[in-house]
């Protein structure tokens, strides 16, 4: 008969090999399924406008009626937002701030944007 003392190792070995072959999901990076786009607000003459909010939408009807909108961000010093986890898709972009606005301009991402890689657009409000 084995001794208590064999017992322990025995089980204290398969512990150990189980244990083993767990793995932690924080320590494996997962693949990034998504993409990023950034944008950039400038006003008629080029220049980078802080301040301005910026919505986007994945559907036409919604950017026409200010519904479902992904979320609203506010350009910083350098007149950038960067939305992130986006599919790649085409989006539709409302930029506002005070009186100026891109309405009479682009409101579309050109192409969907790229998967896995951040797409930057330059928007124009006037």
Same mark, same amino acid.
């Given at each position: 008969m084995l001794s208590l003392n064999k017992l322990f190792l025995i089980f204290l070995a398969g512990a150990l090999v189980i244990l $083993?072959?767990? #793995?932690? @999901?924080d320590d494996?990076?997962?693949?990034?399924? &998504? &993409?990023? =786009?950034?944008?950039?607000?400038?006003?008629?003459l080029g220049e980078r406008q802080s301040g301005a909010t910026v919505n986007i939408y994945r559907l036409y009807d919604d950017y026409l009626h200010n519904n479902n909108s992904l979320g609203a961000k /506010?350009?910083? #010093?350098? %007149? @950038?937002?960067?939305?992130?986890? =986006? #599919? $790649? /898709?085409? !989006? !539709? /972009?409302?930029?506002? @701030? %005070? &009186? =100026?606005?891109? !309405? #009479? %301009?682009? !409101? @579309?991402?050109p192409a969907p944007i790229t998967y896995k890689e951040t797409t930057t657009i330059t928007i124009a409000i006037k």
């Open positions: $083993a072959s767990c #793995s932690n @999901k494996d990076p997962e693949p990034r399924n &998504t &993409t990023d =786009l950034e944008v950039v607000v400038v006003n008629e /506010i350009t910083n #010093s350098e %007149g @950038k937002v960067v939305f992130t986890n =986006l #599919s $790649a /898709i085409n !989006y !539709y /972009i409302d930029v506002v @701030k %005070g &009186t =100026l606005d891109n !309405y #009479s %301009g682009v !409101y @579309k991402t």
